[in-house]
């Protein structure tokens, strides 16, 4: 009974209650909003999929390092969401190839070209650049910014220090072909102060389209050359301004009939005053301090668009121009209003609208852009559509310096995006912007470049030691190594270390810090590898195959690897078509292990000639391959494949260095030689060579031993 009343009892047990895990706090990504100036929590309107919109260049002019600022910052922004975030991003980007600037470089283009063309005389050019000079002088007079008046000064200076040669060629009359170089010269440098006496006196003459749009043309392509160059990805929709002519009046045409819009001769504004009076609406959301800054105002009409009559025609100093009609010499298309042009602003909302529709979640620009130009958007954007929600998040890139001073392309202070990458590579270029906040000042300088290069190369050697590891040969089961305290260790750092990255990019995207915690992590893993060598143990393959490939691939993320290697950086530039590591390796591995043999036996044997044949193949023939052979003593060599210019670099630094320690003992040698008084020149100045100094030293010693054994002789009284 009692046995059967157990069983019973048995029947009845049933599983302990369970409790799940407390868990952590899950962090949020914040970005920081200029529509708050705050970090916001980041929440896109429609589940996982974000609309963005970025302000594109104005192709005018080749694209700067100003350029690349923003746009790889950008691309940054966009790889990280959709590549670690994991939304669904629908980027658009805009390209303004109508403008003031565009109109005005356009004509002057053409004109210069025409009177280069009708090879005008020396006399002629004299007395041009003379006429000129006079136009240019009122506008230095008139300019108070002191970097501009500083730009038009070097103009001036320049223009003179060619125009005093030529007027002396041809008074003096010196030969034709003289005459003819110092007036090209002449021609170089008053290009800038030609072209605007030229448009000044026949830009109203310039009516052909064509004219107005083969220069964004050919500016656009090179800035998508350049984007490419820089491994910047391509907008999903890009948009043109000469292409939204129609949608651009139809938006113009709705602003006004929701009666923020008012027209005047022949023009449209958009009346600011009207809109910020109204309750669901506030004009100047970004910088509400800039409104009436009348400065900021008239660089957003334009240069063309600031006359005294265009002025006069606004209802109040601060509203903006929607539509403008053309004046001669000015592109212009058909509006219910007359032939005319579309404002700056205006581009942006009809074309954001176009696609992305009544409300977007980023905007993004840079941080010059936020007044008028964001302020204006946001304004007649609202007003189309009614809302007051047109953009959600607005994020602005910082500024750029260079070496510390302010850069602009109307100043001519400037680096184009194709010269700074014959300095240095895509890669550390974007290096460099990921070691600095996206939304803080930039300077471009060499300590920063120095920065970014000294980085690669930490994290690319911490990739080809990790690789040389991986290579050593082992069965299936011999990379499942058994975990010590040291392998425990560096795992949980590991781990650390990735949720300090996750917590830094929740953190507004907060690169600087993620490269950080990414290289105190590569600097534990060195010092495990380094403790298992010195201690003659292998280190653990697996855990630092995961530890180099989760490092990869953020740098994957940042769209610093662009190729499709598992770890570390491509080898032989990302346009190969065979991966090179992996074809080349096993008989480089081949020769490494046969070099070591004949090493071992040349040692063995006393063999130098054989020593100094496998030094030279080390450190002269291979590095022109790009291969590094690195000897530890006890240990197998250790083969990298390394970019062929940097070996090459390193082989002469390496050289220096030895010269300058062969120097130094040379001369220490020489000083100990005058301090025991050998002398070190003949009775000529000429310096004794090595084996004169080693025969006086032999003869020295010779006569020193002789007058000792004589001091020992007297001594012991046996000296004649």
Not at 164 to 182: C, G, S, W
Not at 281 to 297: F, I, M, N, T
Not at 410 to 438: E, V
């Amino acid at each position: 009974m009692a046995a059967s009343a157990a069983e019973q009892g048995k029947g009845k047990r049933v599983q302990p209650p369970w409790s799940p895990p407390e868990g952590t706090k899950h962090s949020r990504l914040c970005l920081y909003n200029s529509l708050t100036r705050n970090k916001e929590i980041f929440q896109p309107q429609n589940g996982r999929k974000v609309l963005w919109y970025c302000c594109g260049p104005t192709v005018y002019d080749a694209s700067h390092m100003g350029h690349a600022r923003s746009y790889i910052s950008f691309d940054i922004l966009r790889r990280i969401l959709r590549d670690y975030f994991k939304y669904d991003i629908f980027y658009c980007m805009n390209i303004t190839d109508i403008d003031d600037k565009i109109i005005k470089r356009a004509r002057q283009n053409y004109l210069f070209e025409r009177y280069r063309e009708n090879k005008s005389s020396p006399d002629q050019l004299l007395e041009d650049v003379k006429t000129a000079s006079e136009l240019f002088l009122v506008k230095l007079n008139e300019t108070t910014d002191p970097d501009k008046k500083q730009m038009l000064e070097r103009i001036q200076n320049a223009v003179k220090s060619a125009f005093d040669p030529l007027q002396e060629a041809v008074q003096a009359k010196f030969p034709a072909e003289e005459i003819n170089r110092r007036h090209e010269t002449l021609l170089d440098e008053a290009k800038d102060l030609l072209s605007d006496w030229l448009d000044a006196k026949f830009g109203s003459q310039v009516t052909d389209n064509s004219i107005f749009s083969k220069l964004p043309k050919f500016w656009e392509g090179e800035f998508h050359k350049d984007m490419e160059a820089l491994n910047v990805l391509p907008p999903d929709v890009l948009t043109r301004v000469s292409e939204y002519v129609p949608e651009i009046v139809d938006f113009v045409k709705k602003i006004v009939d929701n009666g923020y819009g008012y027209v005047s001769n022949g023009s449209v504004y958009f009346d600011t005053m009207k809109f910020d009076s109204s309750e669901k609406h506030s004009y100047a959301k970004l910088v509400p301090e800039a409104v009436g800054d009348q400065k900021a105002l008239q660089e957003g009409e334009g240069d063309l668009s600031i006359s005294a009559d265009r002025l006069s025609e606004k209802h109040s100093p601060n509203d903006f121009a929607l539509w403008k009609c053309s004046k001669p010499g000015e592109p212009s298309w058909d509006s219910p209003w007359g032939k005319g042009r579309p404002g700056w602003h205006i581009e942006c909302s009809a074309m954001a609208g176009s696609i992305l529709g009544e409300s977007m979640d980023i905007h993004g620009g840079g941080f010059d852009l936020r007044f008028p130009h964001h302020d204006n958007e946001l304004a007649q954007s609202e007003a189309y559509f009614e809302n007051d929600h047109w953009v959600r998040y607005f994020l602005h890139t910082g500024h750029l310096t260079i070496a510390g001073c302010k850069m602009s392309k109307s100043l001519k202070n400037f680096i184009t995006i194709k010269d700074a990458l014959k300095k240095h590579t895509a890669r550390q270029l974007r290096l460099a912007f990921l070691m600095h906040s996206w939304k803080d000042t930039l300077d471009y300088s060499n300590n920063t470049m120095e920065s970014a290069i000294q980085y690669e190369k930490f994290m690319n050697e911490f990739f080809l030691n990790v690789k040389d590891i991986l290579r050593t040969p082992t069965d299936v089961t011999g990379q499942f190594q058994k975990w010590e305290n040291q392998e425990a260790e560096l795992n949980k750092n590991f781990y650390d270390k990735k949720a300090a990255i996750h917590e830094a990019l929740c953190d507004n995207i907060d690169t600087r810090s993620v490269l950080e915690e990414m290289r105190s992590l590569v600097s534990q893993s060195n010092s495990y590898i380094a403790a298992k060598k010195s201690s003659r143990q292998m280190p653990n393959r697996l855990l630092l195959e995961n530890i180099s490939s989760y490092l990869t691939q953020m740098l994957k993320i940042f769209g610093a690897i662009e190729s499709d290697d598992a770890i570390g950086f491509p080898v032989g530039g990302n346009s190969q078509n065979i991966n090179i590591e992996s074809t080349v390796m096993p008989y480089l591995q081949v020769l490494s292990e046969f070099r070591e043999g004949v090493r071992q036996i040349a040692r063995e044997k006393k063999v130098t000639e054989v020593l100094q044949l496998s030094d030279a193949l080390r450190d002269d023939i291979l590095p022109e391959l790009g291969v590094r052979f690195e000897d530890h003593e006890g240990l197998p060599t250790v083969v990298k494949l390394v970019d062929k210019d940097t070996l090459l670099k390193e082989r002469e630094e390496k050289k220096k260095i030895e010269e300058e320690k062969k120097r130094k003992k040379e001369e220490a040698a020489r000083k100990k030689q005058e301090q025991e008084g050998f002398p070190t020149h003949d009775t000529e100045g000429k310096e004794l060579s090595k084996g004169q100094i080693k025969k006086l030293k032999k003869l020295y010693e010779t006569q020193e031993k002789l007058y000792k054994d004589y001091l020992q002789m007297v001594q012991n009284g046996s000296a004649n």
